[in-house]
């Protein structure tokens, strides 16, 4: 299993211009998640879905857009990129926590580096 | 969720136990007590979680108070890779929870030769 995938793994942006993150899970999760961490801080929940079909804001949705067409499949997009976009953006995944014996940690993947100048 | 606190640094020898405190004085009778760590800026990685009882698993321990307003997180013989940021989450387990973590500031354990 290759667990939680994200592309591309660093990005350069100018500002204005908008591109979409990709993350890709291979462990039939239910719940995905974006989060974004600023440098010496801890991270920050962006947008999380959590099945198919539907997205919800977290603590900093403002300048993002998401969605979950494919189960495994959560797409993070930045509409018109700002330097205050800058950061390192991490994806999750996990079961519902409700799931007996299917564990409880949310599996991170390697992050994208984004700079926006 | 209930707010942690965690000290900002720690140093530990290489070979010796790290023991890492948490409080969590305003903790629910629902809600667990969960540890991730990140290394070096790569994703965080689950550690190890508990409602009231001491837990083990193969990375580290947990050990919980009984009025369960602090906790310690144990790593039994640190090495240099265990060097990271620590993060202590309390979190609500059940259909009512969507999930989410909310990370704080963690703590920076550096392990030393």
């Known amino acids: 299993n290759a667990g939680v995938t994200q592309t591309p793994k660093f990005r350069v942006l100018k500002t204005g211009q908008s591109m979409t993150l990709l993350c890709a899970q291979d462990?039939?999760?239910?719940?995905m998640y974006w989060y974004r961490q600023d440098p010496g801080m801890g991270l920050r929940l962006i947008h999380y879905?959590?099945?198919?079909?539907?997205?919800a804001k977290g603590e900093v949705p403002d300048g993002y857009n998401v969605s979950r067409l494919k189960k495994q499949n959560f797409l993070l997009g930045l509409e018109s990129a700002a330097p205050s976009q800058t950061s390192v953006y991490f994806c999750?995944?996990?079961?519902?926590?409700?799931?007996?014996?299917?564990?409880?940690?949310?599996?991170f993947g390697p992050g994208t580096r984004l700079t926006v100048t | 969720d209930a707010k942690t606190t965690q000290p900002t640094s720690m140093d530990c020898a290489e070979g010796r136990a790290a023991n890492l405190p948490c409080n969590h004085s305003?903790?629910?009778?629902?809600?667990?007590v969960y540890w991730y760590r990140q290394i070096h800026s790569q994703g965080p990685q689950y550690i190890i979680h508990?409602?009231?009882n001491n837990e083990t698993n193969e990375m580290a321990s947990l050990i919980i108070t009984e009025d369960r307003k602090s906790s310690t997180l144990i790593l039994p013989h640190a090495t240099l890779r265990d060097t990271a940021v620590y993060y202590c989450?309390?979190?609500?387990?059940?259909?009512?929870?969507?999930?989410?973590?909310?990370f704080g500031q963690g703590t920076t354990l550096q392990v030393k030769p």
């Open positions: 879905s959590v099945g198919e079909g539907t997205t």
């Open positions: 462990m039939n999760h239910e719940y």
């Open positions: 305003t903790i629910s009778g629902n809600e667990y």
């Open positions: 989450i309390v979190r609500v387990y059940g259909s009512s929870n969507t999930g989410k973590l909310i």
């Open positions: 508990g409602l009231k």
């Open positions: 999750a995944s996990s079961y519902p926590l409700w799931t007996s014996g299917q564990g409880y940690e949310q599996y």
